[in-house]
């Protein structure tokens, strides 16, 4: 095997799904831990309370301050280098965690046993499923009261029509969970007690009538463990690869990420199921990680933390061949060559600049703006990557300078927020106000300081009777001109000057839609 394909069959890229409070930070940490990069276990976030009881700007500050260090955590284990991409917590950047999901390969789901499928799993579940992506399920907390497991199966199975299989199968829960059983490998894993950030260390069996089971289980438990497994078998379907890949189906595993309880056998079944780097879609054909020539796509722009500097990192996936250090990589948007002589690449566990990458890493180059989400870098090929999510904004403000004079500053600043994808801004054509679109509430508030801190410009939002914005097109530009001299009123701009109609309810929407019938009322533009 070449050292490409044999970096690629290594690889292992993926990212942590769940509803805020199910475990994900913590599961993180622990996958670290396992994964030796131990010195950054614990620094990963501050979890749940402590982190909600701040308010969530502050908790948005504090994410944003630490997430370029903690966007990317590279770790190995088993010969297997793994890729964990972060997603933020808060629902209201949901549209940074869509577009990370289109950079990784597979997701573990997390659920709260106690909780099942809750209103963001089911959300996240969604993106991943529109890209046939592979998912496999934890089912977290089982050191406290948990629904029953077959219960939880069906609600995977129903709530997200996903075939299920489990993976392992737990003994007892709450104070008495003693621990579970591998179904894929036949071993026991038992909770050990008081022996934190140590691997489970399972037993071999042989089979479920290994007597041995009789000897480290009570005989309640025994038999309640042979009865389930003997209704798993008799319910669930086997285990196949094929659907786990085409994301139809998810192995199930349980535990206590907490207690470090269940992550060394789920660590296992991702280094033996969970894909490799997949083919990435493109608008011509799909592009296989194996092919020798070097290129990647910009999924996530992060602005750096200095506000003297307004420089930024955009996070690349490669999506093929050996990237090295300083190679010349074409900006097919600006047909521009880029030297990237100094990318942050994740791949060194101590964060030292490494020399290289291979299909599935992510690498941070720095920049000053000419980089957006989207946007593909190659060895010369005019390859545009396709599936690269932009939402439409669902709520409009008004966005002021508190001192009039920064006004032109503010449309500045307004439009590297806008091709960074913080936001949609756009400059209404009568009275030339600024109106910015996100899609939650909280994004304005970090706006507002992102401005302040990084532009020095006050600014206040306000509220305004918009309701929704579609970007409008017509394959005559004659056509569409009609259109916006009769819509003045309603038109904007945004921040690549594309005419944009911001209605003021739901009527003016159809109204304008059944006007104008050959007029195209987008809701998401491609990003470009
Ligand atoms: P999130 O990133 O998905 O939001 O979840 P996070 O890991 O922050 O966990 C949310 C809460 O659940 C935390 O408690 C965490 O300690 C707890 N937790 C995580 N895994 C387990 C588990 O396996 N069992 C139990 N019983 N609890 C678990 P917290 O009180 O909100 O925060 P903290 O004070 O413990 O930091």
Redesign the pocket.
């Known amino acids: 095997m070449g050292m490409l394909e044999d970096r690629v069959a290594n690889r292992r890229t993926f990212a942590?799904i769940?509803?805020?409070?199910?475990?994900?930070?913590?599961?993180?940490?622990k996958l670290l831990l396992f994964g030796g990069a131990i010195q950054l276990a614990g620094a990963v976030?501050?979890?749940?309370?402590?982190?909600?009881a701040r308010s969530d700007w502050m908790k948005v500050e504090r994410e944003r301050g630490i997430s370029v260090a903690s966007s990317v955590m590279t770790f190995d284990y088993r010969e297997k280098t793994f890729n964990l991409l972060d997603t933020p917590?808060h629902e209201d950047f949901s549209e940074d965690t869509y577009r990370t999901l289109t950079a990784v390969d597979s997701a573990v789901m997390?659920l709260?046993?106690a909780k099942g499928i809750e209103s963001q799993t089911r959300k996240l579940f969604e993106v991943c499923r529109l890209r046939d992506m592979p998912i496999t399920t934890f089912i977290?907390?089982?050191?406290?009261e948990a629904q029953d497991p077959f219960d939880l199966l069906d609600d995977i199975e129903q709530t997200l029509a996903l075939d299920v299989v489990p993976a392992s199968w737990p003994i007892g829960m709450g104070r008495n969970f003693l621990g579970c059983y591998d179904l894929f490998n036949d071993r026991l894993v038992l909770v050990s007690k008081g022996k934190n950030n140590h691997m489970d260390e399972g037993i071999t069996c042989n089979g479920l009538e290994d007597p041995q089971l009789d000897e480290l289980l009570p005989a309640d438990a025994v038999e309640k463990l042979r009865e389930d497994i003997d209704m798993v078998r008799g319910l669930c379907p086997e285990f196949e690869v094929d659907a786990f890949l085409e994301g139809t189906m998810t192995p199930v595993y349980f535990?206590?990420?907490?207690?470090n309880?269940g992550v060394e056998t789920l660590l296992n079944g991702l280094t033996e199921t969970a894909p490799s780097p997949r083919f990435a879609p493109s608008a011509d054909r799909n592009i296989s990680p194996l092919e020798p020539k070097v290129s990647g796509f910009i999924f996530k722009i992060q602005a750096n933390m200095d506000p003297k500097h307004r420089d930024r990192i955009a996070f690349m996936r490669l999506v093929s061949g050996h990237f090295k250090r300083g190679a010349k990589l074409k900006h097919i948007r600006s047909e521009k060559t880029m030297n990237i002589h100094n990318p942050v690449l994740f791949l060194a566990q101590d964060r030292e600049l490494a020399e290289e990458a291979w299909p599935g890493d992510i690498i941070g180059i720095p920049n000053h703006g000419n980089l957006r989400i989207g946007d593909a870098l190659t060895e010369g090929e005019a390859i545009r990557f396709t599936g690269i999510p932009s939402f439409a904004p669902e709520l409009l403000q008004k966005v002021r300078p508190v001192d009039p004079m920064r006004a032109k500053h503010l449309g500045r600043a307004l439009v590297q927020l806008a091709e960074e994808g913080a936001a949609r801004t756009f400059k209404t054509r009568m009275g030339s106000d600024w109106v910015v679109g996100v899609v939650g509430g909280l994004q304005f508030e970090v706006l507002a300081d992102r401005i302040r801190t990084e532009y020095d410009i006050p600014v206040n939002f306000e509220q305004t009777e918009l309701f929704t914005a579609r970007w409008v097109e017509h394959d005559d530009p004659r056509e569409l001109k009609k259109f916006t001299d009769a819509n003045q009123a309603s038109l904007a701009e945004d921040h690549d000057e594309a005419p944009v109609f911001l209605a003021r309810n739901s009527w003016h929407l159809e109204r304008a839609e059944k006007d104008w019938p050959n007029i195209k009322f987008l809701k998401t533009k491609e990003q470009s």
């Open positions: 942590i769940a509803h805020p409070d199910a475990g994900k930070t913590t599961l993180t940490e976030k501050t979890r749940g309370e402590q982190r909600r917590g997390v709260d046993g977290n907390k089982f050191d406290r535990g206590s990420a907490i207690n309880f």
